[in-house]
């Protein structure tokens, strides 16, 4: 059985400056940060509680969140609910400090060694295409 663990790691993926003609084409900067959970746990920490209130006090208006639950296959038989419960507590937790229900959306997916929501925070505009 492997260790549980609880960690977190918040990463910011910003895209490089393209040539001119490719900026025209290439959507605004999107911003991911990453939170892990303990193995078979859709449950936050205190730190990724905090971690998740920066990312919302850096949140403007014009910005949407693609929420994508993971859980790896060694997480059981369960391991596609397991993804989707850990989106949706942190869907949860950031409805509860006042991001509107229509800037998140909610995906999920299992595969090998996955124990995590990505949270990539994206003009608003690409989720309502």
Do not use: C
Request: zero cysteines; charged letters at 25%.
């Amino acid at each position: 059985m492997r260790s549980v663990f609880l960690t977190l790691i918040l990463a910011f993926a910003w895209f490089t400056p393209a040539p001119a003609a490719a900026q025209e084409k290439r959507p605004p900067e999107a911003k991911q940060a990453v939170v892990f959970f303990s193995e078979r746990s859709a449950g936050l920490s205190d730190l990724a509680q905090r971690v998740l209130d920066t990312q919302v006090a850096l949140l403007d208006d014009d910005r949407s969140v693609a929420l994508l639950g993971e859980a790896s296959f060694d997480e059981g038989d369960d391991a596609l609910m397991l993804s989707l419960a850990r989106a949706e507590v942190v869907r949860d937790y950031l409805l509860a400090r006042g991001v509107t229900p229509e800037r998140l959306t909610v995906a999920a997916r299992v595969g090998h060694d996955l124990s995590a929501v990505t949270a990539e925070i994206r003009p608003l505009k690409l989720l309502m295409n």
